[in-house]
């Protein structure tokens, strides 16, 4: 079979084979597939075509599965993944003429798994676009499960639900955290960068004060690297629940579930002197963060890498610690528009599941505290289960602990009436976060 030449279509195609197949990430999964796309504009549609189909595809699925009388579970993944990118176009996209998406998208099956499942498909595409719209309209809204809506109802009320899910007219946004030793001038290569592409712009962040969004500008690797280390991708929302930890030079912290340890970069950059514990379950996420931020933070900073698994105990850490991050497992219910995937993956016994997962490693945090120092408990989710449920339950089994209201000044932001802070799209743009800051008295 003849290779099919890289489309837009095809990188989308195949960016989602990956997600149903391998359960990956959608956007390194893209990412890997648009490398292989020069022009701005086919990447800028690839993007499109991928997002807008999972965060459709309830929708997408039942104008699909009414011509597959065998059910879509059965379809070979790369075909169902042509036909979903395909109906997406059909049902949503009115630029987009009903021949290129039908036509296309038996082309790339034929290319990659031959001439009979490509029949199929243009089949059942065929009688996809005899119903569709006159005039297709591109959705507003994610679609999700009605228990996900639920618990987003619960958690921050009916406008902050239909915040998260609202669909951005743009791609994902790209945010950057200027490092501050070097910020005046990576502001101005910014800005100059972006001048010289067509359409690009720069935006400040809202709520942290380092947070810099470029759009229009491409591949934001090659900034990065005129940068040089200037500036690191990292959401504007995570830089803001670093930014709560209020982090003093001489310190001494644990950055609990520190991941690829963006937070442990921003952490490290605050202090300029001290040290940090970074850790995680993940020996992968640990190499990573040893690669990329362990030597390049500041040198009066020591990082120290453990592999624990907190939800079972907590190995080595000794305390006190002046301050603990726990920036805890949890759904990821903030990040639905980002990740629309999730929405697939999640079912309604997670939230519960992980909320007792998440109570249960900050209670074998808090006696690594000491005596004045701070806990700072967040979730990139808004239910209620995982935010204010956690902290009623920690307060009231330790004594010790009391719920910080005060301001941060590096926050522009302030905790809402019951102490809690609630970052989201309500509020600069951000993914949704529910963060506690609790004193040891």
Not at 326 to 336: E, K, Q
Request: glycine share 8%; net charge neutral.
């Amino acid at each position: 079979m003849a290779s099919e030449p890289p489309t837009a279509r095809g990188a989308a195609v195949r960016a989602l084979v990956r997600v149903a197949k391998d359960d990956a990430w959608l956007a390194p999964s893209l990412d890997a597939e648009l490398t292989d796309l020069p022009d701005r504009r086919d990447r800028a549609f690839a993007t499109e075509l991928a997002y807008g189909t999972l965060r459709s595809v309830r929708s997408i699925d039942r104008a699909v599965a009414a011509h597959v009388p065998r059910g879509l579970a059965k379809v070979e993944p790369l075909a169902l993944a042509a036909l979903r990118v395909a109906a997406y176009q059909l049902l949503c996209l009115a630029r987009v003429p009903p021949s290129a998406a039908v036509n296309q998208s038996v082309s790339i099956v034929r290319s990659a798994r031959g001439v009979g499942l490509a029949r199929f498909v243009n089949a059942v595409l065929r009688r996809v676009a005899e119903q569709a719209p006159a005039e297709p309209v591109r959705p507003t809204r994610l679609e999700v499960e009605p228990w996900i809506e639920r618990a987003l109802v619960d958690g921050v009320g009916e406008a902050g639900a239909e915040a998260l899910l609202a669909i951005p007219t743009a791609g994902p946004p790209t945010c950057l955290r200027v490092r501050p030793d070097r910020a005046q001038e990576t502001r101005l290569a910014i800005a100059r960068y972006a001048e010289g592409i067509e359409g690009a712009a720069v935006a400040a962040g809202v709520v942290a004060p380092d947070a810099i969004l470029p759009s229009g500008i491409g591949d934001v690797r090659r900034l990065l690297a005129l940068l040089d280390g200037g500036a690191v991708v990292q959401e504007e929302g995570a830089q803001a629940i670093g930014e709560l930890v209020d982090v003093r030079a001489q310190e001494r912290v644990l950055d609990a579930c520190a991941g690829r340890g963006g937070k442990t970069w921003l952490l490290a950059d605050r202090m300029r002197e001290g040290s940090i514990d970074a850790v995680d379950v993940y020996p992968t996420k640990l190499d990573r963060l040893d690669r990329d931020v362990g030597a390049r933070v500041p040198k009066g900073v020591t990082v120290r890498t453990l592999g624990i698994d907190l939800s079972v105990g907590t190995g080595a850490l000794a305390g006190p610690y002046d301050r603990v991050l726990l920036d805890a497992p949890c759904t990821g219910l903030g990040t639905l528009v980002r990740r629309p995937e999730l929405a697939l993956r999640r079912q309604p016994e997670d939230v519960e599941r992980l909320a007792a997962i998440e109570l249960a490693i900050a209670r074998r945090l808090v006696p690594l505290v000491r005596e004045g120092g701070l806990f700072v408990y967040a979730v990139c989710s808004p239910t209620r289960a995982e935010g204010r449920d956690v902290i009623d339950r920690l307060l009231a089994e330790e004594p010790s602990l009391a719920l910080d209201r005060e301001p941060v000044a590096r926050v522009r932001a302030e905790p809402d009436a019951d102490g809690l802070w609630r970052f989201g799209p309500w509020r600069g743009g951000t993914d949704a976060y529910t963060a506690a800051r609790l004193r040891k008295r």
